[in-house]
């Protein structure tokens, strides 16, 4: 669902995903099952998502285009 966005959101910022796992306190793997869209998010996750790549849930879900 958010997986392609998640991956080019960490590609631009050059983060590695161990980096980004470690910010949301998750498991590498599990971010990894989030950017391959094997797993969804839950909401507190999806939120802190959207507070540490500084755009929307609704961009984060392909909701809208703009951040």
Same mark, same amino acid.
């Given at each position: ?6 991956? %080019?959101?960490?590609? %631009? ?8 796992? %470690? *910010? ?22 999806? &939120? ?8 929307? &849930? #609704? ?5 809208? #285009?703009? *951040?």
């Amino acid at each position: 669902m958010c997986g392609q966005r998640l991956k %080019e959101l960490r590609i %631009e910022r050059n983060l590695t995903q161990k980096q980004v796992s %470690e *910010y949301l306190h998750i498991n590498p793997v599990t971010y990894l099952h989030y950017e391959k869209d094997q797993r969804e998010p839950p909401l507190r996750v999806l &939120a802190d998502m959207a507070i540490f790549f500084d755009v929307s &849930a #609704d961009y984060l879900l392909g909701l809208t #285009d703009e *951040y």
